[in-house]
Structures are given as C-alpha cells and as structure tokens.
Nanobody
Framework: VQLVESGGGLVQPGGSLRLSCAAS????????MSWYRQAPGKERELVAT????????NYADSVKGRFTISRDNGKNTVYLQMNNLKPEDTAVYYC?????????WGQGTQVTVSS
C-alpha cells in the first residue's frame, strides 16, 4: 500500500487549497479513505472520510461547510478541497486507509495558513 499526498503550501486566511492523495498497491475502490491532520504539539485528528459504495462523507465539526472530500476511483485518488482556510487549519495533512485492521498513512503534506 502506498499513499502519496500533494497540494499543500502557504496560503493566506480565507484562501483555498486542494490536496490530492494518489493511492496504489490495493484495490482503491473497495476501501474508504480519510484525511487526518496534525498540528504542532497536538494529536492527529480526523478531518474527513469518504466511503466506497455510496460515497457518503463525514467531516469534523471544525471543517464542516469549508472542506469537501471526494474521490476518483478511476484515478485511484482522493481529494480534499479546503476553502475559507483559517490559521487554525495549519497542520500536516495525512491521507489514510484501513485494510484488515491496519492503518496506512502517506508521508503528509504541510498546510500553513498565515498572512
């Protein structure tokens, strides 16, 4: 299993970023996918999840209405569209999937929201 995130960077408050996670080594369409984030000195937290069959989505309260998770099973990629970014969104963002009880992570991509 390999997960490779991209799309992070520095953005001003109120700005937008789109993160991508390219997956390989497993049948992507058969597994739910998630985005987590970890800010300095804080625990890793779940940001958003998307299921397989019906594509149902769930979000942390802190990002509802601002972030959108989506997936393209033809490209084995999951996305996180982040709008109206706030300084408190600053963190390393990680892509995640769980197979047979094992958690798999990408290397992370840094998102910094600052003026």
């Amino acid at each position: 299993v390999q997960l490779v995130e991209s799309g992070g960077g520095l953005v001003q408050p109120g700005g937008s970023l789109r993160l991508s996670c390219a997956a390989s080594g497993f049948t992507f369409g058969n597994y739910g996918m998630s985005w987590y984030r970890q800010a300095p000195g804080k625990e890793r937290e779940l940001v958003a999840t998307i299921s397989t069959a019906d594509g149902s989505k769930n979000y942390a309260d802190s990002v509802k209405g601002r972030f959108t998770i989506s997936r393209d099973n033809g490209k084995n990629t999951v996305y996180l569209q982040m709008n109206n970014l706030k300084p408190e969104d600053t963190a390393v963002y990680y892509c995640n999937t769980v197979r047979y009880g094992t958690y798999y992570w990408g290397q992370g991509t840094q998102v910094t929201v600052s003026s």
